[in-house]
Each structure stands twice: as structure tokens, then as C-alpha cells.
């Protein structure tokens, strides 16, 4: 399995690690068990616009790579316009990412929701979007071995 | 200063320049289909006959024991496959093997579950060590086949072959063991060990990919995989890979000669190990003692094992996970989980296999690179985070 530069460049060079403190809205999306887990620190100012995006994550180089790229498409946007991230602009902004991997991008777009639905939670305002925090998806279960 | 250190050769091992050299002739001038009555193919079959020979020598096995194969997975599948087909005309119809099988053993054990067949997955201790007394309870006069790795892939445990074999043949049961690990890093005899079968595959041992063994012993019979022309006494069909087949008893010949550096190797796996544990939050997945010489299974805690792969790899290291992430497959290592390693945690392990190549300063330059990267990948870990505010808090 190759990644591309992109990914890469982020994996070994992610953008914005860390914690906000009292940050306006924090989401933490996957388990465990699955590998990956990634969670979201946003600052919001009082026009809606995310001011400062900082993530931890535990998992794969695409799951670091693709919660690095989704911050960076974030930052200095309305929160409307973060909830209008898909997972197939963050696999896009990387320059692709191999087929197995694209569930780690369903991931970080979950992330950045999840995030923004604690900040509407925090705030007071209804949740008008969807999100699965759980992110039980189906991954394929292919087997590669000595 | 950079190096390259492959530390993966449990998952293959380059091909040694005396085998390719051994080789050579098979391609250049000895090209010939060892069935044909010509001179050319006189000369192969000669070369056929040798080669058969020299690794009976080393198996301590005759040579119409070893029937040549195009793999260790096609090994597996025909002494399982072939011996469940052949008793079950004998009213045995179950099958025991263990839950920290290779999936060519795995995989044909499920195949066969579908096909009517029972199968029992004996379970492994703390260290990956078959419970034997399960086992002797899960064997009975039903049972057609016990399929046992003699060590493992993941975790390099040594498994108590001749207890296993005792147990099945007790039972009138035959036994088989994937051996693809344990060749060349295991004194195998043949003569003395008792089992019915034995899996070996050439690219562990510095052969080519492509090409593989089973060794049936005189008087067992299983059905074919394979059919075909009359090779391998008519038992697995094909055309010989004669260059492989030299290249595998040169290769085996070496592994023998070699043996006498496994003490060495041994000696650098335990600095490896020892060293790597100092690690917090870090243990050795696997025996202590009863492992293979060359392997090392770490478990880091709160880190996913792919992405240490790829910081390793960037610093001119080979090695490998059984993390989820991995490779082609997202399912979390059944062996780490069947000794009882929780998913979160068998998502952060680390193989490295070593050989009698890997030098100490290899050793070296891997524990430098390996906690420094495991640190880096715990810093933007959110598990690592909750586990520094507890300490934090409780100081």
C-alpha cells in the first residue's frame, strides 16, 4: 500500500496537533477497536467563524493524515461551512488515499461534526445535521499475511 | 547516521547469492522437463532426484517423503483438505487445530466446516503455548487431523510439537504441523519428531518465493489437491519448478549449516527485547524462552502500529504489525487476541524479525529509532492524553 506525497507530508508534518483549553466544542469519533480514534478541538468566535482547530488521534497514517487535513480545511470558517466538509474533499485535498482507507476521511469529517454538534449543544441550538459519533461502519474485512 | 535494516523476515527473506547461483544451471543449460525420456529430461530428473535427496538428508526424512509444492499455503491446504477427505471414509469427520493458526490453516479449517466437517479451535495460554489439556479433551475417535503450527508467524512462540503428536496419535488421529516458521530457526528431525505431515515454504529460508513442501510420511495417504500429469508419484500434478526445487535444497542445506549462528541471533533478539520494554506502557508479546531466535513481538500501548511502521520505514527500517491498519487487512491480529491482548492494545504491536545478518549495530540503531517514534505517536494519541492527566492527578 503506497500513499501519496500529500498524505505523507501530512502524516509526518501534521498541522494543528493538540489541545484547544476550554475549547468552544470538542468531538471524539472511533474506537478502539477498530484502530482509529480521533478528537476534534474547536475555538469559535461569536460570528460562527472556527478560529482555532487543534486534533489528537490515534490511528493509522491516514487517520493522522486525514484529521490533519480536515483542521486545515476548517480554520477560518463558519461553522456552516465546516458541517459542509465531506469526507471525499479531505480524501481529495490528500490527493487520494488507498480504497481501505478511505473510511479513515469518513472519520475526520465525523470528527469535525461531532465537534461542532457539542459547540450547538454548549450553545443551546438544535443539532439540524446528522452525524454517527460511533462510526460503525462496515470496513472490509480483507486479510493479508505471511 | 541512516542505515537500512530489514527486520521482517518472517515475512520473507531475500535469496541467497549461493542459491541463485545453485540455481543458475536450471535456467541456463539444464532447462529440460524432468518427464521426458530425452537426454534433457534425463538430466533434470537427475537433478529432480538430488535435490529430493539432499533435503531428505536435511529433514532426516527419505526422499519419497517430500512432495514438492508452489507454496507454504498450498502445503497447508493439501495436508488438511487431502487427509480430512481421505478419513473421512473412515468415519472421522473432525478436525482440531489451534486459534493462532496461519490462515492457510485457518481458512481451509472453515472451508472444510462448510463442506460438513467439525472443526475445534484448541485454545493458547498467556504466551501463545496450546493448551494441551484441552486438547487431549477435544481429541477423540472422530477426529481425522490435528493441525498444529510448530511456531508461530506473529508472536515466534515454539509449540510443544511431540506432546501434540502423542495426543493425536493416541487417538488414532493424524498429525500435521506448519512448520514454515520453525525451519532453519528449529532443530527438525524427522526421524525422531513423529508427525504424519510437515509444511515448509522456500522464501523463509532464503529460496525463491514460488515454491514449497509437504512431507507425508511412509504409509500415511491423503487425497490429491491437485491433479494433474503424474508427478510427485502421482500425487500432486505439475510440471517440477526444478530451478526452485535446487534453489530449496540448497537454501534448506544452508539453514542446517547455519544453525550453529542461532545462538547469536538469539542473543541479539533478547537485546531487543529487553531493551524495547524499558519502553513504559510496553510488553513482549509471546514466550519469554520458548520462541523462535530471530523474533520480537512488542505491544505499545495508546499507538496504532502502522504509523510506527511508516516513521520506521522513512528511517530505513522493515518491520511489521499486527495491528488492524495494516496492510490490506483491518481486523486487529487473531493471534494477539487469542492471548488474551484487548484490541486497543494489539493495534500497537510491533514484529521484528531479525536473522544472522542483522548486525549488533542494526540492533542498535533500531532501539534508538523505535522510542523516540513511539513518543512522537503517543503525543498526538488522545488514549496517551487521558493516561498523562491521570498521572498528572495522581501526583
Same mark, same amino acid.
Given at each position: 500500500?503506497?500513499?501519496?506525497?500529500?498524505?505523507?507530508?501530512?502524516?509526518?508534518?501534521?498541522?494543528?496537533?493538540?489541545?484547544?483549553?476550554?475549547?468552544?466544542?470538542?468531538?471524539?469519533?472511533?474506537?478502539?477497536?477498530?484502530?482509529?480514534?480521533?478528537?476534534?478541538?474547536?475555538?469559535?468566535?461569536?460570528?460562527?467563524?472556527?478560529?482555532?482547530?487543534?486534533?489528537?488521534?490515534?490511528?493509522?497514517?491516514?487517520?493522522?493524515?486525514?484529521?490533519?487535513?480536515?483542521?486545515?480545511?476548517?480554520?477560518?470558517?463558519?461553522?456552516?461551512?465546516?458541517?459542509?466538509?465531506?469526507?471525499?474533499?479531505?480524501?481529495?485535498?490528500?490527493?487520494?488515499?488507498?480504497?481501505?482507507?478511505?473510511?479513515?476521511?469518513?472519520?475526520?469529517?465525523?470528527?469535525?461534526?461531532?465537534?461542532?454538534?457539542?459547540?450547538?449543544?454548549?450553545?443551546?441550538?438544535?443539532?439540524?445535521?446528522?452525524?454517527?459519533?460511533?462510526?460503525?461502519?462496515?470496513?472490509?474485512?480483507?486479510?493479508?499475511?505471511? | 547516521?541512516?542505515?537500512?535494516?530489514?527486520?521482517?523476515?518472517?515475512?520473507?527473506?531475500?535469496?541467497?547469492?549461493?542459491?541463485?547461483?545453485?540455481?543458475?544451471?536450471?535456467?541456463?543449460?539444464?532447462?529440460?522437463?524432468?518427464?521426458?525420456?530425452?537426454?534433457?529430461?534425463?538430466?533434470?530428473?537427475?537433478?529432480?532426484?538430488?535435490?529430493?535427496?539432499?533435503?531428505a538428508?536435511?529433514l532426516?526424512c527419505t526422499a519419497g517423503e517430500i512432495y514438492f509444492t508452489?507454496?507454504?499455503?498450498?502445503s497447508?491446504?493439501w495436508a488438511i483438505?487431502g487427509a480430512?477427505?481421505r478419513?473421512?471414509?473412515?468415519?472421522?469427520?473432525?478436525?482440531?487445530?489451534?486459534?493462532?493458526?496461519?490462515?492457510?490453516?485457518?481458512?481451509?479449517?472453515?472451508?472444510?466446516?462448510?463442506?460438513?466437517?467439525?472443526?475445534?479451535?484448541?485454545? +493458547?495460554?498467556?504466551?501463545?503455548? +496450546?493448551?494441551?489439556?484441552?486438547?487431549?479433551?477435544?481429541?477423540?475417535?472422530?477426529?481425522?487431523l490435528?493441525?498444529?503450527?510448530?511456531?508461530?508467524?506473529?508472536?515466534?512462540?515454539?509449540?510443544?510439537?511431540?506432546?501434540?503428536?502423542?495426543?493425536?496419535?493416541?487417538?488414532?488421529?493424524l498429525m500435521f504441523t506448519?512448520? +514454515?516458521?520453525?525451519?532453519?530457526?528449529?532443530?527438525?528431525?524427522l526421524?525422531?519428531?513423529?508427525v504424519d505431515m510437515l509444511a515448509?515454504?522456500?522464501?523463509?529460508?532464503?529460496?525463491?518465493?514460488?515454491?514449497?513442501l509437504l512431507f507425508i510420511r511412509k504409509g500415511i495417504v491423503i487425497n490429491n489437491l491437485?491433479?494433474?500429469?503424474?508427478?510427485e508419484k502421482?500425487k500432486r500434478?505439475?510440471?517440477?519448478?526444478?530451478?526452485?526445487?535446487?534453489?530449496?535444497?540448497?537454501?534448506?542445506?544452508?539453514?542446517?549449516?547455519?544453525?550453529?549462528?542461532?545462538?547469536?541471533?538469539?542473543?541479539?533478539?533478547?537485546?531487543?527485547?529487553?531493551?524495547?520494554?524499558?519502553?513504559?506502557?510496553?510488553?513482549?508479546?509471546?514466550?519469554?524462552?520458548?520462541?523462535?531466535?530471530?523474533?520480537?513481538?512488542?505491544?505499545?500501548?495508546?499507538?496504532?502500529?502502522?504509523?510506527?511502521?511508516?516513521?520506521?520505514?522513512?528511517?530505513?527500517?522493515?518491520?511489521?504489525?499486527?495491528?488492524?491498519?495494516?496492510?490490506?487487512?483491518?481486523?486487529?491480529?487473531?493471534?494477539?487476541?487469542?492471548?488474551?491482548?484487548?484490541?486497543?492494545?494489539?493495534?500497537?504491536?510491533?514484529?521484528?524479525?531479525?536473522?544472522?545478518?542483522?548486525?549488533?549495530?542494526?540492533?542498535?540503531?533500531?532501539?534508538?529509532?523505535?522510542?523516540?517514534?513511539?513518543?512522537?505517536?503517543?503525543?498526538?494519541?488522545?488514549?496517551?492524553?487521558?493516561?498523562?492527566?491521570?498521572?498528572?492527578?495522581?501526583?
Amino acid at each position: 500500500m503506497k500513499y501519496s506525497e500529500k498524505v505523507m507530508d501530512h502524516f509526518t508534518n501534521p498541522r494543528n496537533v493538540g489541545e484547544i483549553e476550554n475549547a468552544d466544542g470538542v468531538g471524539v469519533v472511533g474506537n478502539a477497536k477498530c484502530g482509529d480514534i480521533m478528537k476534534m478541538y474547536l475555538k469559535i468566535d461569536e460570528n460562527d467563524v472556527i478560529t482555532d482547530c487543534k486534533f489528537k488521534t490515534f490511528g493509522c497514517g491516514a487517520a493522522i493524515a486525514t484529521s490533519s487535513m480536515a483542521t486545515e480545511l476548517v480554520k477560518g470558517h463558519t461553522v456552516s461551512e465546516a458541517l459542509s466538509l465531506t469526507n471525499s474533499a479531505v480524501v481529495e485535498a490528500l490527493d487520494g488515499l488507498p480504497a481501505i482507507k478511505v473510511h479513515c476521511s469518513v472519520l475526520a469529517e465525523e470528527a469535525i461534526k461531532s465537534a461542532v454538534a457539542d459547540y450547538y449543544n454548549k450553545i443551546g441550538r438544535p443539532i439540524d445535521f446528522d452525524y454517527d459519533p460511533d462510526h460503525d461502519d462496515d470496513h472490509d474485512h480483507h486479510v493479508d499475511e505471511d | 547516521m541512516a542505515r537500512f535494516v530489514y527486520a521482517d523476515n518472517a515475512a520473507t527473506t531475500p535469496v541467497s547469492r549461493e542459491v541463485i547461483e545453485a540455481m543458475m544451471p536450471c535456467f541456463e543449460s539444464e532447462w529440460g522437463n524432468p518427464s521426458s525420456p530425452h537426454s534433457m529430461g534425463i538430466s533434470a530428473k537427475d537433478m529432480l532426484d538430488d535435490a529430493r535427496e539432499r533435503i531428505a538428508a536435511v529433514l532426516g526424512c527419505t526422499a519419497g517423503e517430500i512432495y514438492f509444492t508452489s507454496c507454504g499455503t498450498e502445503s497447508d491446504n493439501w495436508a488438511i483438505r487431502g487427509a480430512a477427505m481421505r478419513m473421512k471414509a473412515k468415519g472421522r469427520t473432525h478436525i482440531v487445530t489451534s486459534k493462532i493458526e496461519h490462515h492457510a490453516v485457518l481458512h481451509t479449517c472453515k472451508a472444510l466446516e462448510k463442506e460438513g466437517f467439525e472443526v475445534s479451535y484448541v485454545g +493458547v495460554d498467556e504466551y501463545g503455548v +496450546v493448551d494441551l489439556d484441552e486438547l487431549r479433551s477435544l481429541v477423540t475417535e472422530k477426529t481425522a487431523l490435528v493441525a498444529i503450527m510448530f511456531a508461530n508467524n506473529e508472536i515466534g512462540t515454539i509449540e510443544p510439537i511431540e506432546e501434540i503428536v502423542e495426543i493425536a496419535h493416541a487417538k488414532g488421529a493424524l498429525m500435521f504441523t506448519d512448520a +514454515v516458521q520453525a525451519v532453519g530457526n528449529v532443530d527438525i528431525d524427522l526421524s525422531k519428531l513423529r508427525v504424519d505431515m510437515l509444511a515448509l515454504s522456500g522464501h523463509k529460508l532464503h529460496a525463491p518465493k514460488g515454491i514449497g513442501l509437504l512431507f507425508i510420511r511412509k504409509g500415511i495417504v491423503i487425497n490429491n489437491l491437485i491433479e494433474g500429469g503424474g508427478q510427485e508419484k502421482r500425487k500432486r500434478g505439475g510440471t517440477e519448478n526444478l530451478p526452485y526445487i535446487v534453489g530449496l535444497a540448497r537454501a534448506l542445506e544452508l539453514a542446517k549449516e547455519n544453525m550453529k549462528y542461532l545462538p547469536e541471533v538469539a542473543r541479539k533478539r533478547d537485546r531487543l527485547i529487553s531493551a524495547l520494554t524499558k519502553i513504559p506502557y510496553s510488553s513482549l508479546n509471546g514466550h519469554p524462552t520458548k520462541r523462535l531466535p530471530g523474533l520480537v513481538n512488542i505491544g505499545f500501548e495508546f499507538i496504532e502500529g502502522e504509523s510506527m511502521l511508516l516513521w520506521l520505514d522513512m528511517k530505513g527500517i522493515c518491520a511489521s504489525t499486527g495491528s488492524a491498519c495494516s496492510s490490506a487487512s483491518l481486523d486487529a491480529s487473531h493471534v494477539l487476541l487469542a492471548i488474551g491482548v484487548p484490541h486497543e492494545k494489539a493495534h500497537g504491536s510491533l514484529r521484528l524479525s531479525i536473522s544472522k545478518d542483522t548486525t549488533d549495530e542494526d540492533i542498535d540503531y533500531i532501539i534508538e529509532n523505535v522510542a523516540p517514534i513511539v513518543e512522537k505517536l503517543r503525543n498526538m494519541s488522545p488514549l496517551w492524553e487521558d493516561v498523562v492527566k491521570k498521572e498528572t492527578a495522581n501526583k
